[in-house]
């Protein structure tokens, strides 16, 4: 069973834009902090941003000012606007979720990624 589902990803130049989202299935409910995670060939699982239910943001350093993550709690959707994309920024980039199940306690749930290439 799928519970996250990702979409968006792509090639882009440097200096371009993606927009990333991601829907929860209706299974998950009581979700606290939904986010972006990405992970670059060879290298380990970062944060790139991150959400409240009410809505207070945090980011990696080095995408400040550039990305913009939001949510949609009605529809358990998270998204993240990407702006001004560099060549570090290349990586599969997966949705994150800490909530719960009718068969679970509270759990962090991942999607299955969404690449994202910036290349000239």
């Known amino acids: 069973q799928v519970l996250l589902v990702e979409s968006g990803g792509g090639l882009v130049q440097p200096g371009g834009s993606l927009r990333l989202s991601c829907v929860a299935s209706?299974?998950?409910?009581?979700?606290?902090?939904m986010g972006w995670y990405r992970q670059a060939p060879g290298k380990q699982r970062e944060l790139v941003a991150a959400?409240?239910?009410?809505?207070?943001?945090k980011y990696k350093d080095s995408v400040k000012g550039r990305f913009t993550v939001s949510r949609d709690n009605a529809k358990n959707t998270v998204s993240l606007q990407m702006n001004i994309l560099k060549p570090e920024d290349t990586a599969v980039y997966y949705c994150?979720?800490?909530?719960?199940?009718?068969?679970?306690?509270?759990?962090?749930?991942w999607g299955q990624g969404t690449q994202v290439a910036v290349s000239s």
């Open positions: 959400i409240s239910r009410g809505g207070i943001a």
């Open positions: 994150n979720a800490d909530g719960m199940t009718t068969n679970s306690g509270r759990k962090s749930y």
């Open positions: 209706e299974m998950i409910f009581n979700i606290n902090e």
